[in-house]
């Protein structure tokens, strides 16, 4: 069965306190990406993936670290979390053109 | 750069009602079209797509969309709804050129009254 994993599903956490949400895929997709979904703001992209050890940014990299050093995962990173990183994080995956992105069921941090 | 636009963030219907929900779109040529649904505590699922051809696409769950140029729209239709149609819905444009890498809407929220 296709699936995109994500790992943890929740998370509250402190400030300052590093933190990795790790992305795997079984589908053999180059294309893979993290977003974040805040109310009234919709989906924005924090980083893309265009294949292994191929990354960039997307609209809203600040704060963020990700890597792809296997064509399966893709971790994200947060080095140092602060509260305006409080939200729910997908990642998405999809064939080598983007057509079609197939998401992970999502990570909620808090950051305290 | 595209853009979408999704003018309704909230539509209340009542169940078995038809449904229309608006995309507009900002690209200078014809884009990649997607609608993806959110159920609650639910990741994205792609709804349906248009990629070129008939303008009038159909998707899962009994949900169709037109593409209309003139408008630069991409609206979501169906004809009857049911409640379990109540979601989060999001409209995505990708560009045909450079890395396709899609731009999301906003999201329109769907609420089913019984």
């Known amino acids: 069965e296709a699936q995109v994993t994500q790992n943890p599903r929740y998370l509250i956490t402190v400030t300052g306190k590093k933190l990795t949400v790790t992305c795997s895929q079984n589908?053999?997709?180059?294309?893979m990406s993290w977003y974040r979904q805040d109310p009234g703001l919709g989906l924005r992209q924090i980083y893309y993936s265009m294949n292994v050890e191929v990354t960039d940014k997307g609209d809203v990299p600040e704060g963020y670290k990700v890597s792809r050093k296997e064509k399966r995962n893709f971790p994200l990173i947060l080095e140092s979390p602060s509260p305006n990183q409080t939200s729910l994080y997908f990642c998405?995956?999809?064939?080598?053109?983007?057509?079609?992105?197939?998401f992970g069921p999502g990570t909620r941090l808090t950051v305290t | 750069a595209q853009s979408v636009t999704q003018p309704d963030i909230h539509i209340t219907v009542s169940e078995g009602a038809s449904l229309e929900l608006r995309c507009n779109y900002s690209?200078?040529?014809?884009?990649?079209l997607f609608w993806y649904v959110q159920s609650p505590g639910q990741g994205l699922q792609l709804l349906l797509k248009?990629?070129?051809?008939?303008?009038l696409v159909q998707g899962i769950k009994g949900f169709e969309a037109e593409f209309k140029r003139s408008q630069s729209s991409f609206n979501l239709r169906k004809p009857s709804v049911h409640w379990s149609d109540a979601a989060e819905y999001f409209c995505?444009?990708?560009?045909?050129?450079?890395?396709?890498?899609?731009?999301f809407g906003r999201g329109t929220s769907l609420i089913v009254h019984p």
């Open positions: 995505a444009v990708g560009a045909r050129g450079g890395s396709y890498i899609p731009t």
């Open positions: 690209y200078g040529a014809t884009p990649y």
């Open positions: 248009y990629f070129s051809g008939d303008t």
């Open positions: 998405a995956t999809s064939g080598p053109k983007a057509y079609e992105q197939y």
């Open positions: 589908m053999n997709h180059e294309y």
